[in-house]
């Protein structure tokens, strides 16, 4: 299920990329969900999988503002995994289903590790003034953006890992209809498109209750 080693290396390197440049390097927003998880499917051998993925983490997007201090789930590091595994497995049984919905469980996970970062970035700055306080100054800054590298490609790392046990788990025990999974995860893209385009109104959160109480409606009666 994991990508061939050549591939989970790559992988690995991509998801540092998307970590440096959500805020630390270059902010050239190819961390956003759907670019990310079309790299990753692309490097998985299926870049068409990869954008299936991508599109509906995107839109789980839209209203993230990644900024200052406040803590959020990151998409970038996230969508690799999801990207790349659905480009992997993309024949098994809810694959899209069970990707999406992991990487919104990892995103948070990935959001964890940032805030962590950031405590240790403060300690990395602390430096008392000095004639040489501006190197020092920037050569811990650089260490803090290696730093934010090497926590993105562990993050997709163990992602890639814990993921493929996940779907190779579930090829064999799953047992909702393909095609009812396939409509919860199109459902849920287009209800948060609609909400994320002030389509409802004040009644965004109404429409999010009725929408996973009839979610789960379907998946108890199927």
């Known amino acids: 299920m994991l990508p061939d080693p050549a591939a989970a290396v790559w992988l690995v390197l991509l998801g540092g990329w998307m970590a440096v440049d959500g ?3 270059g902010q050239f927003m190819v961390s956003r969900p759907l670019v990310a998880a079309t790299l990753a499917g692309w490097i998985a051998g ?4 990869g954008i299936a993925a991508g599109v509906v983490l995107e839109l789980f997007h839209l209203a993230v503002l990644p900024v200052g201090a406040a803590r959020y789930p990151e998409g970038g ?10 480009a992997s497995a993309e024949a098994v049984p809810g694959a899209l289903l069970m990707c999406v919905a992991f990487a919104l469980a990892w995103e948070w996970v990935g959001g964890e590790t940032l805030r962590v970062m950031r405590q240790v970035n403060v300690r990395l ?19 803090g953006i290696l730093l934010d590298f090497l926590r993105g490609t562990f993050v997709v790392g163990v992602g890639l890992v814990c993921l493929s046990a996940l779907l190779i788990v579930s090829a064999g025990q799953w047992s909702l209809d393909p095609e009812v999974a396939r409509l919860a995860v199109s459902a849920s893209a287009v209800g948060l498109l609609a909400a994320t385009l002030g389509v409802f109104g004040g009644r965004t959160r109404i429409f999010l209750f009725g ?6 409606f379907v998946l108890v009666r199927t």
Not at 46 to 49: E, G, I, R, S, T
Not at 78 to 83: I, K, R, S, Y
């Open 211 to 216: 929408a996973a109480a009839g979610l789960v």
């Open 77 to 86: 590091p996230a969508a690799v995994v999801a990207g790349a595994l659905h």
């Open 125 to 143: 700055v602390a430096s008392e003034a000095g004639p040489r306080g501006a190197d020092q100054l920037q050569l811990r800054h650089l260490a």
């Open 46 to 49: 299926n870049p068409v999988a």
């Open 23 to 25: 805020t630390s390097l």
